[in-house]
């Protein structure tokens, strides 16, 4: 039978995740409508002018959206409770959904380099810039920039790598915008090839960008360790009767970490003793280590030092 007082804990543990699903939803909601009037800003003075840079721009920006609602699914998911399919919960999906996002900016970065490329072969008449671009550039940077602060905060705060890899993509429509405000001057001093190769300038931006959200997020999908095995040995260490934790194992993601450990006890200690302890152990690793969702605690009996013959 489960531990009335562990069973207490998860589902406070589950109702602070529900909290935590809810604020992330609503920063992504808010995000969302931005993006969109970000991109229709930009898709509407792309067309009018021809500017392969702002046509691309609008392009990234209405992936910003994209991904929103794909966040907004994957944060879905995310929150459904562990049942007996998926005994350690569906969290992942909030992992799987920040790489959709990085997916997303790859794909993106196809359509950049293929305008880019035109424009510089000559098959793209110069684009016609006028004030308003530059207006219309600097206001949906000035958005950016704030959407992208607001969603880097949201996400320390929440400790939530999707919000992190969105903020990203936020970040790298901002550095697409500068380039396109360079071709923009380029284009109005007579330079032909500038659309061309700041739209080759935005391809290494976002490629940046796509290889970070990646880099972030694979090692979960993995199983990569979450805590260190030092700072667990040291918690569990101080309750008395433990005499040593090994085999140290941690995985998950950084809100909701699974735990495993090995405890040597005395030889002679009874099982309800050992079972105690165990409990005990859990509780201190729960109170002193942040995010811990699942500990299991396999007890062992401590190795009695063989007696030396005389």
């Given at each position: 039978m489960d531990h009335p007082a562990h069973q207490h804990q998860r589902e406070h543990l589950h109702s602070i995740e529900r909290t935590r699903v809810s604020a992330v939803k609503r920063v992504f909601w808010i995000t969302l409508g931005l993006n969109w009037a970000v991109a229709l800003a930009k898709g509407l003075y792309g067309y009018q002018s021809g500017s392969v840079t702002m046509s691309a721009d609008s392009f990234h920006s209405v992936l910003d959206g994209s991904a929103n609602v794909l966040a907004l699914l994957g944060l879905h998911f995310a929150a459904?409770?562990?049942?007996?399919?998926?005994?350690?919960g569906h969290r992942k999906f909030e992992i799987i959904a920040a790489l959709g996002i990085g997916v997303l900016i790859a794909?993106?970065?196809?359509?950049?380099?293929?305008?880019?490329?035109?424009?510089?072969?000559?098959?793209?008449?110069?684009p016609r810039i006028d004030?308003?671009?530059?207006?219309v550039v600097a206001s949906t940077m000035?958005?950016?920039?704030?959407?992208?602060?607001?969603?880097?905060?949201?996400?320390?705060e929440l400790d939530s790598p999707l919000l992190e890899a969105d903020s990203h993509h936020t970040r790298s429509d901002l550095y697409a915008s500068t380039a396109v405000l360079v071709s923009f001057l380029g284009a109005r001093s007579g330079v032909q090839w500038a659309d061309g190769v700041c739209g080759f300038v935005l391809v290494v931006m976002v490629g940046h960008v796509?290889?970070?959200?990646?880099?972030?997020?694979?090692?979960?999908?993995l199983d990569a360790a979450v805590l260190d095995p030092g700072r667990v040995r040291s918690v569990a260490g101080t309750?008395?009767?433990?005499q040593n934790i090994h085999r140290i194992r941690s995985r998950g993601t950084k809100w909701a970490v699974e735990l495993?450990?090995?405890?040597?006890?005395a030889a002679q200690m009874t099982v309800e003793e050992a079972h105690r302890l165990s409990h005990a152990v859990e509780d201190e690793l729960r109170a002193k280590v942040p995010h811990v969702s699942d500990v299991v605690?396999?007890?062992?009996p401590a190795m009695v030092p063989a007696k030396t013959g005389s």
């Open positions: 459904t409770p562990a049942d007996a399919g998926h005994p350690y794909v993106s970065l196809v359509e950049i380099a293929a305008s880019a490329w035109q424009a510089l072969a000559g098959q793209r008449p110069p004030w308003v671009g530059f207006v000035i958005v950016n920039y704030f959407v992208s602060r607001y969603e880097s905060r949201k996400a320390r796509a290889f970070s959200v990646f880099r972030e997020n694979i090692p979960s999908l309750i008395a009767g433990v495993d450990l090995h405890m040597q006890v605690v396999h007890v062992e």
